[in-house]
């Protein structure tokens, strides 16, 4: 089955600088990648995504880059603001099979 | 989008009892799943809830201790049987589209188990 790597599990970084989270999956029949950011007490929420047939998406201050060959992909957080501060999941979806593989997590802290 | 609710939000439970989930979407979607998140942990897929049809479960998971139904295109529960402290943790329902790529994710029902 699908396996999905996130790095790192935490980082730490200063408002208004930028942060960068990586992930790597094995299925090669995968085809959309999301990006999910999860706030104390609440569940998931959908940043994000990408699919297959583009190699970047950028919304405002996020952006994800997707490289097929070495299957990775990354999501940038640029100009970080302490409300960007949650834990962030990547996915990988494989979308005939429905059901997404997800990373196990990056825990975002953004110090004013 | 879809917006997803969730109830209970939270519970507590004692043991061998069992409770059971309830998830609404706002709108029609074509697949729903139900997830367990421990704290600091990912999300781990329990099950994919099967309109009219019995909902198929993950490795480690079994109708018995977590019966599903799914009987329209908006709506599931997930119940949680005799339950142990083991079952403590948040339970995600989610939905989506298969042809439409994006899933997206209820509050969660935070249980615990005394």
């Known amino acids: 089955g699908e396996n999905v790597e996130q790095h790192p599990s935490t980082l730490s970084v200063q408002e208004g600088d930028s942060a960068v989270i990586k992930c790597t999956y094995s299925?090669?029949?995968?085809?959309?990648f999301p990006w999910y950011k999860q706030e104390l007490g609440k569940g998931p929420q959908l940043i994000i995504d990408?699919?297959?047939?583009?190699g970047e998406k950028k919304d405002q201050r996020i952006a994800v880059t997707l490289n097929k060959t070495a299957k990775h992909f990354s999501l940038h957080i640029t100009e970080t603001q302490p409300e960007d501060s949650a834990v962030y999941f990547c996915?990988?979806?494989?979308?005939?099979?429905?059901?997404?593989?997800f990373g196990d997590g990056t825990t975002l802290t953004v110090k004013p | 989008s879809a917006v997803i609710s969730q109830k209970p939000s939270r519970d507590i439970c004692q043991r061998g009892t069992s409770l059971t989930i309830q998830c609404q979407v706002d709108?029609?979607?074509?697949?729903m799943f139900w997830y367990r998140q421990q704290p600091g942990q990912s999300l781990t897929l329990i099950a994919t809830?099967?309109?009219?049809?019995?909902?198929?479960?993950e490795s480690g998971f079994v109708i018995d201790k977590f019966p599903i139904s799914r009987p329209n295109l908006t709506f599931s529960t997930l119940t949680v049987s005799n339950m142990s402290p083991e079952d403590s943790s948040i339970y995600l329902c989610?939905?989506?589209?298969?042809?439409?790529?994006?899933?997206?994710f209820g509050p969660g029902t935070r249980l615990t188990v005394t």
């Open positions: 996915a990988s979806k494989e979308t005939n099979a429905g059901k997404s593989t």
């Open positions: 299925d090669s029949a995968s085809n959309y």
């Open positions: 990408i699919r297959s047939n583009v």
């Open positions: 709108s029609q979607v074509t697949m």
């Open positions: 809830a099967n309109q009219g049809s019995e909902a198929t479960y």
């Open positions: 989610s939905g989506g589209g298969q042809a439409t790529y994006e899933q997206y």
